[in-house]
């Protein structure tokens, strides 16, 4: 197949770019910064300048086109939470997406379907309520984003494209949400390998987490199964509580887990953004179940195991 991906220089879109070119489909990568992609992508996808002050030749690949992934977006742990960078949370994720979206619906021939990021903060803070796809959405910032960008990328059914909402959760890789998960707070090094890691805040809330592995799944997954379409939750299927979460982290370290991040710290630090990590959503992946995707990872110490313990042996 020929694919679009935007967004294929992030941590997420080189893995799936990646799978994608070992399956054997051609890649064209729509990038703001060619330069940076031909140094970031494996040189087989070809890299094509798109947004503000760009030609718009990027369209004749959208219309060549037989599916296009789109994962363009900031991302929301990028920096404080200004009014600012807010606004630009959104704008990258509505504008793109409204641009991509008119694109499909001008190009005489039409991929047959567009398959999008978005992510679980859909729903807002939810506390013990079990998530489905067909849950209605929250109403914090985060959710209205959600909600806007979803309703730009579910236009393209209007031009007989399938498309795929991708409401992705907590992804467990080498770059990424763990990464932050692992140092929430400034500090020069990982305090869970010194037993000094913990909960944030209460550790009640919810994480729907997914390893990498099962994201890229997914979206090949949907890729290449005519009957997804619509909102899938990309978590896995045992969501667990942040404390749980926590003592997991540390059981692979061979440490305990039991020191709070408080919530008043994290707040300073992080501002606004802080009550998406004290917040949480207790999301199911029921699409993706009820249609037999077969997930890798299931349980969050497996996960856990598969991507901290070749560094924990090197250390140890």
Known sequence: MNIVVTGATGFLGKEIVGELLRSGHRVTVLTRDVTKAKARMDSRAEPVAWGEGTSESWKKSVSESDAVIHLAGESVAGERWTPEY???????????????????????????????????????????????EKSAPGTD????????????????????????????????GEEGALAQMLKPLPLPFNPYKLGLGGPMGSGRQWVPWIHVSDIVGLFLWALQMESVHGAVNAVSPNPVRNAEFARAIGKVYHRPAVIPVPAFALKAILGEFAESLLGGQRAVPAVAESLRYRFRYEELETALQSLLSEEREEED
């Open 86 to 132: 807010k606004r630009k949370l959104r704008s990258s994720r509505v504008t793109p997406t409204r641009a991509l979206v008119n694109a499909i619906a001008e190009g005489e021939h039409k991929p047959k379907v567009l398959i999008s990021a978005s992510a679980v903060g859909f729903y807002g803070d939810r506390k013990e309520e079990l998530l489905t």
């Open 141 to 172: 910032f985060l959710a209205e984003v959600c909600v806007e960008w979803e309703r730009e990328i579910s236009r393209v059914a209007e031009f007989g494209v399938r498309e795929v909402r991708m409401r992705i959760g907590i992804v467990l």
